[in-house]
């Protein structure tokens, strides 16, 4: 069994725990929080510390906390010449501490504590200093998913970017779009189908080519009054940049 410290305990780290815990190869021996307050979520079973000194020893320590904080808490680890990873999508590996053998263990997936996951369909990208290293990564990442791909951090950084893009801007653009649907007295759930047919018309071809709407067809009119309709400025800016770079892509002339 390879046994695993979790340094973190947020929804990435939560749902790591549940899938190691469904695994026969990787055995959780402790998840270290700077708090007590997010070990409620896990499960009784495991073994907590709030305190960096009470760390034991593992084959592989997984720092699973916010991006900005990786690198100085890397350096206050009390140990050297272990496995130590980090699960950010945009953080180097080189930005981890080099008292550590370095590593990333990277599930490209947007994780919040309650929603499930299914873990075995996550895309895991890895990338270790050794080639021992990272062989025990492939090993633990094919343990818990079907998909797990070596890259290197400036891969992963492009590879989070376009992340950002497919997810997290998408996701902003569904609240714009919650807001306008509540606002008019209109269900949100009506365009649940409109929004899993976007998504799943990617089985059939690249994003460019399913491409519809107003600024592919040129339809000016109708921009103009929907940009007219829309009365925060924001709003009105996010469609225009929007409307425009679509309209740049097709060839089609600027609102
Ligand atoms: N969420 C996602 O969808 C997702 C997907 C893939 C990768 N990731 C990456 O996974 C990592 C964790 O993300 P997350 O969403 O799980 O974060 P999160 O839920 O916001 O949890 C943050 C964790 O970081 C700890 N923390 C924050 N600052 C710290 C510091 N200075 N020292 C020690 N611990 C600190 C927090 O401890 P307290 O509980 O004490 O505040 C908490 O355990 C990030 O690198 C993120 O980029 C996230």
């Known amino acids: 069994m390879i046994k695993v410290v979790l340094l973190g305990a947020g929804n990435v780290a939560f749902h790591l725990a549940k899938a190691f815990l469904r695994s026969d190869q990787i055995q959780i021996i402790q998840v270290f929080n700077r708090s ?5 979520f896990f499960p009784n079973s495991l073994s907590t510390t709030t305190s960096l000194s009470k760390i034991l020893d593992a084959d592989c320590y997984i720092i699973s906390i916010s991006d900005d904080s990786i690198n100085e808490f890397s350096a206050t680890l009390p140990f050297s010449n ?3 990873v980090h699960t950010s999508g945009s953080v180097a590996m080189n930005q981890l501490h080099s008292k550590n053998r370095r590593g990333v263990f990277y599930p490209l997936q947007t994780f919040s504590k309650n ?3 299914n873990f075995a369909e996550i895309p895991v990208f890895v990338e270790a200093e050794t080639k021992t290293d990272l062989q025990l990564l492939q090993k633990m990442g094919r343990s818990i ?3 797990c ?3 290197n951090s400036e891969q992963r950084e492009k590879l989070h970017l376009a992340a950002v893009f497919v997810c997290n801007f998408v996701n902003h653009l569904y609240h714009i779009g919650y807001e306008l649907a ?7 759930e009506l365009l649940m189908p409109l929004i899993k047919e976007t998504a799943r018309k990617l089985d059939d071809g690249i994003p460019s080519t399913m491409q519809t709407g107003p600024a592919k067809r040129n339809d000016k009119k109708t921009m103009a009054k ?5 009365h925060l400025q924001e709003h009105k800016e996010i469609y225009s ?4 770079a679509i309209a740049n892509h097709y060839g089609r002339k600027k609102l």
Do not use: C, R
Request: net charge negative; aromatic share 10%; hydrophobic share 40%.
């Open 115 to 117: 929603t499930e996951v």
């Open 149 to 151: 791909f070596e890259i």
């Open 241 to 244: 940049l929007l409307s425009n």
């Open 182 to 188: 509540t606002e008019n007295d209109i269900p949100f």
């Open 226 to 230: 929907q940009l007219e309709i829309l």
């Open 82 to 84: 272990k496995l130590v």
């Open 145 to 147: 998913s079907k998909k």
């Open 36 to 40: 007590e307050d997010a070990f409620s």
